[in-house]
């Protein structure tokens, strides 16, 4: 394990329970603990995009303002929707927000997951074309993503402009270099990872994945991981992909933490999510040196270079820093964390 960072939904709620009950407390927040993990030594601050729903959404101007309060953590997504996004306007605020960080931008991009809305996409004014899913749109936007990223010139430019331009067709500005090569696809299945790496992406696999085989979550993840590489050595890729898993983790080292997590063992769940049968990974909560043990044991952590810890956002930053702090002070060492 090379990497460790966290995950947050950014939820946000009016309950009187919650740290975080509004959309600009999940904003703020979100800055406040991506700085807090840099200075606890985290490696990485990702965020999940949600629409019409209480949770974060627009992940661009976040990224910007993390990236200007922070210098040296990563700064990523996991996932973005593209069924929802127009990659050419993508490609410019993502190359802005990785220009205002200096490059440490990660950004996991995906089909998506059942949103709130049916068919949410469309009222974002995208419509799969005849014949075609709202799957292959999500794919087609990600080609169109990932031929702009690479800084080359493909519009007919103005015989009479307002400004000078350069000669030869003209690209999407700003544009970031390397931006190409930290673009992630997050996968919930063997084929999909594949695909992946076909493209030259990196993967990330979350907390649930196709049940293809009713083997425990984290063997088939591990498999899954397995094959992605394959695939990515088997495409003739030049440089060393990344691969990230998600889990929820909880290091016990205080009664905050036994009255919120522990609650007894955790197993592996199996459900029907857009017809698709899943297995979703169960969550990790128990002393250190147990912890340590039960992590050690779970094959998809050992394949991946990534960690994300899914941390509950509506706990407020401090319990939340101090659940990144534990983890990196008891736990991360006997992953092979530095």
Known sequence: MKKIGFLSFGHWSPSPQSRTRSARDALLQSIDLAVAAEELGADGAYFRVHHFARQLASPFPLLAAIGAKTSRIEIGTAVIDMRYENPLYMAEDASAADLISGGRLQLGISRGSPEQVIDGWRYFGYVPEEGQSDADMARRHTGVLLSVLKGEGFAEPNPRP???NPLGLLRLEPHSEGLRERIWWGSASNATAVWAAQQGMNLQSSTLKEDETGEPFHVQQAEQIRRYREAWK???????PRVSVSRSIFALVDDR??????RGK???????IDNMRAIFGRSYAAEPDRLMEELKSDE????????LLTVPNQLG??????VIEAILKYVAP????R
Do not use: C, S
């Open 162 to 164: 307002m400004f000078p």
């Open 234 to 240: 088997e495409a003739g890729h030049t440089r060393k």
């Open 257 to 262: 933490d036994r009255a919120y997590f522990g």
């Open 266 to 272: 955790d197993n592996d769940q199996v459900g029907i």
């Open 300 to 307: 998809a952590v050992a394949e991946a270079d990534t960690l």
């Open 317 to 322: 930053v401090d319990y939340n820093a101090h």
């Open 334 to 337: 006997a992953l092979g964390w």
